[in-house]
């Protein structure tokens, strides 16, 4: 439910990071004797430098436009991940329900099915509607859909318990978890 994977996200951050240290190192060396002479053994830079006016506006709405990208990539990032699960109101009212709530009745719910290794509950905000998701993470070799009926089950418990339904996507995992998991229960 995330908009974009995490490993590219640290990975343009990084690179980021890195042109920006690299810049400023170049520019205060060109300015600065102490960074000019700690960067003196590793790179020869010119004592002076000419720069027609007009590259440095180049330079500058080229700076301008890679920190608004940066920016827009930055605020449109991550999931809406919440830790509220249900929110009513009523007039002045307010009743709000923790996602350990919905957690708890999974991981109770899930305890005795055999074939379950796992179950990892969160909750999202998607177009400003709270909507779970469900990890399960099922033995190899086991019973899916012995699983997703207990799943089923599950959320009809969750939703008398909270009163309403919530939107919910149920993922089923294996892996080398589910390979090397003890035969224990959930929870």
Not at 8 to 29: E, Q
Not at 164 to 169: G, I, Q, T
Request: hydrophobic share 50%; proline share 4%.
């Amino acid at each position: 439910m995330t908009k974009s994977n995490r490993t590219l996200n640290r990975i343009i951050l990084f690179v980021l990071g890195l042109v920006a240290v690299l810049v400023g190192l170049t520019i205060g060396a060109g300015v600065l004797p102490a960074v000019r002479d700690a960067v003196k053994p590793y790179l020869e830079l010119p004592r002076s430098l000419d720069v027609p006016a007009e590259s440095l506006w180049i330079v500058a709405v080229a700076c301008a436009v890679v920190i608004v990208i940066a920016l827009i990539w930055v605020f449109t990032r991550g999931g809406g991940g919440t830790s509220i699960a249900v929110r009513e109101r009523s007039g002045d009212d307010a009743v709000t329900i923790n996602v350990a709530l919905v957690r708890d009745v999974v991981e109770h719910e899930l305890r005795e099915v055999r074939d379950v290794v796992n179950a990892k509950v969160d909750v999202f905000l998607v177009r400003r509607q709270r909507a779970a998701r469900i990890k399960v993470a099922v033995r190899r070799g086991g019973d899916a859909v012995a699983v997703l009926d207990a799943v089923d089950h599950a959320l009809a418990v969750l939703d008398r318990t909270l009163g309403r339904p919530v939107p919910v996507l149920v993922h089923l995992t294996g892996g080398t978890r589910s390979v090397l998991a003890k035969p224990s229960r959930v929870g």
